[in-house]
């Protein structure tokens, strides 16, 4: 198999590919510890600098462009210092921007980590501070435009945050386009993964998966292999790709075995963030370029291994997910 996923790989860049979402800009604020405030009974830090990155949507399509693939990208963003930067960091790795809205009247989707740390130690995060508003219902996505870049598509990504990007009638516009032409469509859902039926996959987190269900999972096994068959059978999927942290990723086909996939690398992480979206970007890449679900989850395992081992929302290159297949 090791040669089969190094190909599948090498092909890439061969191919084209739709995100559509929300578009959200993640932030980091570092800091030095200087003291104890006394004002009341909290740490001061000395500002030290901000890193803004694609987060959200944007996030997917970021690791496909590392990836070495064509990225068209549809949703909205705020005409503000946040949506600009986003756009301009995604457009230079040369991704097709004209289905994004820009509008005065929304405010890019901001997610801000504050992270602190002594002159010796590593950085960790303190708190988070997002600044999102519930948009749902309210935004749409140019159609003419989108459904044009579709035509030359080889998969689509769907990255539901919750933001308002994602209604009924676009997804079933995503659904027939796809069916049509006969490509992957997969989802990620923060908050809605039962509203999405009849796709290729949809790629949960344990957490999303229990939300869904409104049960509790944990470690087991058995209950894991209930609640997953569960949803591929009611909502009518060829795969849904569950990831457990320290415990990997469990992959579901219609007619076939769960199969376990054990983490990559270790599970002493740097930082978690942003990694469901790398998943879901090798796990489409490779269903696009011609592997099965299973290799493309064992690439997806690889993929969400290296990012998790990165600080920030990284991404996964071309180069690293060749080594990881090649060696492990």
């Known amino acids: 198999m090791k040669n089969s996923l190094v190909e599948t790989v090498k092909r890439f860049p061969k191919c084209r590919f739709v995100v559509v979402g929300d578009l959200i800009a993640d ?35 970021n690791n496909l462009l590392d990836l070495g693939c064509s990225v068209a990208i549809a949703g909205t963003v705020g005409k503000d210092e946040a949506g600009t930067d986003l756009l301009s960091t995604l457009e230079r790795k040369g991704a097709d921007t004209k289905a994004v809205r820009r509008l005065r009247s929304y405010a890019t989707p901001v997610k801000t980590r504050i992270l602190a740390g002594a002159d010796h130690s590593a950085p960790q995060q303190v708190v988070r501070v997002d600044r999102v508003r519930d948009h749902r219902n309210e935004l749409t996505v140019p159609l003419n435009l989108l459904e044009k870049s579709i035509s030359r598509a080889d998969g689509i990504i769907v990255s539901d945050y919750g933001c308002g990007t994602i209604s009924a009638p676009l997804l079933d516009r995503l659904r027939s386009d796809a069916k ?5 469509l997969v989802i990620d859902s923060r ?4 509203e999405f039926s009849d796709v290729t996959a949809i790629t949960p987190n344990i957490t999303e998966l229990e939300a869904s269900l409104g049960i509790s999972i944990g470690n087991d096994r058995k209950l894991l ?13 060829d795969s849904l790709l569950v990831t457990q942290g320290r415990y990997g990723m469990t992959l579901f086909q219609r007619g076939k075995a769960p199969i376990h996939i054990p983490i990559y690398g270790t599970d002493e992480v740097a930082d978690v963030t942003g990694a469901g979206d790398t998943v879901i970007a090798v796990f489409t890449a490779a269903l696009a370029c011609g592997a099965g679900p ?8 690889y993929a969400g291994g290296i990012v998790v081992m990165k600080r920030g929302t990284a991404t996964v290159t071309q180069a690293e997910l060749k080594e990881a297949a090649a060696h492990d």
């Open 191 to 194: 908050f809605s993964m039962a």
């Open 180 to 184: 049509r032409k006969q490509i992957p």
């Open 27 to 61: 932030e980091f604020l570092y800091g030095r510890i200087a003291r104890v405030s006394r004002e009341a009974p909290v740490l001061v830090l000395e500002y030290h600098s901000l890193v803004r990155v694609p987060g959200g949507a944007a996030n997917a399509a």
């Open 294 to 301: 299973e290799q493309a989850a064992r690439l997806a395992n």
């Open 225 to 237: 292999e209930e609640a997953g068959n569960k949803v591929l059978r009611n909502q009518q999927l």
